[in-house]
């Protein structure tokens, strides 16, 4: 690193410079932030330790307490991850598919989320649970709201990987119209507040090619679940 006059040192547990971002903030709920390109320095070092999660905790495809198979692909990291079966869904500490306890959360995920955390007015936010969603084109996520976790007045903070994709922004209440929102590579989304119930969805993924991830969305969203 370059050694100037005043620049203050500081480091991370690693010893390493913190990765910093500016990126360009675009609000989009009283309590809503998209936050462009502010994961681009962290992909990186983030790719590897992802692909280490996904070696012990594989992607599987969900089946919904209606019996419907969902077609994003979900894993998860932290303490706690989401599963669903016939009876519900909730968090869990163990991996259902190996009985094994979720990968610990990378420390370089952990330093992200925190970080577009505190740059939207959460400098607390600590994260328990990461889940990562991996859309191949034509998959969805359908309109639903985030409400599994104990303590809603914490945010959420989504980081979009890949190809992109056009979510929907709506309501409190499912009928309420939904505004459609481009996220890209590298972007990221935290809501919390008033914002933190309201309904969301990925459209129908088209195919396209990203340099680095190939035909694919990754999805991280990172949750205080417990
Ligand atoms: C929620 N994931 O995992 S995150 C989910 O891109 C999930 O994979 C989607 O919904 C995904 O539960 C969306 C992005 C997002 C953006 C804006 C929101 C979620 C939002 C606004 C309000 C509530
Ligand atoms: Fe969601």
Redesign the pocket.
Known sequence: MKLEGNTPLTFDLFGNEPLQSQAAVEQI?PC?WVLRGFALPWVQPMLPAVQAVLAQAPFRHMVTPGGFTMS?ALSSCGSVGWTTDRHGYRYSAVDPQTGQPWPAMPQVLMELACAAASETGFPDFIPDAC?I?R?LPGAK?SL?Q?KDEQDLQWP?V?V?LGIS?V?L?GGLERKDKARRVA?QHGDI?V?GGV?RL?Y???LPIKPAEHPLLGEQRI?L?FRKAM
Request: hydrophobic residues 45%; proline residues 0%.
């Open positions: 709920g809503s994003a889940l969603n859309y996520m639903h985030d959420v989504s979009s994709a979510f922004f996220l989304v809501w914002d309201r969301h969805g990925i999805n969203t």
